[in-house]
């Protein structure tokens, strides 16, 4: 009996470790003929921590192409790059795409996440053309706290208060800014009426009682006139980040008469879409960015 486990042990072994392995690949994004790809490129670097982000570049020979940075979610706590693969309706219609990860709350609290973010889109400004981007249509984009990156990113524009790693004389603005169901005000999501959660709280770490702060990170302090082209997505029955942000979000937008949409997904769920309101995000997110004059 002996001998026997001693033969099957080292087979059960390998193949757990075989299991563990696979369960960590991550899915592949499947680009088309003529994309290339520069995976784990580093955009910045704070305190021996490195700043990754995948690009996915189109053939030079079209001329200078339009951008997507894309942020993952997951509550400014977890999440990373790799995760995120759906960029296909993206290079479909020829778009350069830079796919990127940041200091999550384990490494530094608030501001670093919008700071990173910053040094992002810092850093595809100021690489245009060896990247071959159009630097007069670069999309930002993120869902959840991947989304509220992205606004505040967008919606700073050439308020250069989180630029410290990364100072810049460029002219620093986007073309367009998706936000799908994000945080638009972090106070609000830590002790407001609605919804709330400890994310927010974590996430301001020292700042946590200071409302002044919290308004500093929060992308609906900093809606003006000039504010970029904006979409909003937003399940009506999220359960995590409270609809009623992207309404009062959505108010700011227009009573500012910025070139803003709304688009509710009923019952949707936090991120958890069916397939068939998938399909209308994504034709809505596509549409939008059309009328933005952003692709043809």
Known sequence: MKRLLSMILPVLITIAATAQDTAKVPAKVILPAGYSAQIDVVYTRVNGW?????????????GPSPMVINIHGGGWNHGKKEEQTGFGSFFKKGYAVANMEYRLVQAAPAPAAIEDTRCMLIYIIEHANELNVDVNKIVIMGGSAGAHLALMAGLLENDHRFD??????????????IDQYGIA????WGYGTHITSKSAVNWLGAHA?????????????????????????????????????????????????????????????????????????????MEFLKSAGIHQ
């Open 209 to 285: 009682k200071d409302q002044a702060f919290a308004q500093s990170v929060s992308p609906i302090s900093y809606v003006k006139k000039t504010s970029p082209p904006t979409l909003i997505v937003h399940g009506d029955a999220d359960p995590v980040v409270p609809y009623q942000q992207s309404v009062d979000l959505y108010k700011k937008f227009q009573d500012m008469g910025v070139k803003s949409d709304f688009l509710t997904v009923p019952g949707g769920q936090h991120g958890k879409f069916d397939p068939d309101q998938k399909k209308v995000v994504s034709a809505k997110i």
């Open 185 to 188: 005000d972090v106070w609000d």
């Open 164 to 177: 410290t790693n990364c100072p810049t004389n460029k002219t620093i603005k986007v073309a367009a800014i």
């Open 50 to 62: 490195e700043g990754r982000a995948d690009l996915y570049l189109p053939a030079k020979e079209k």
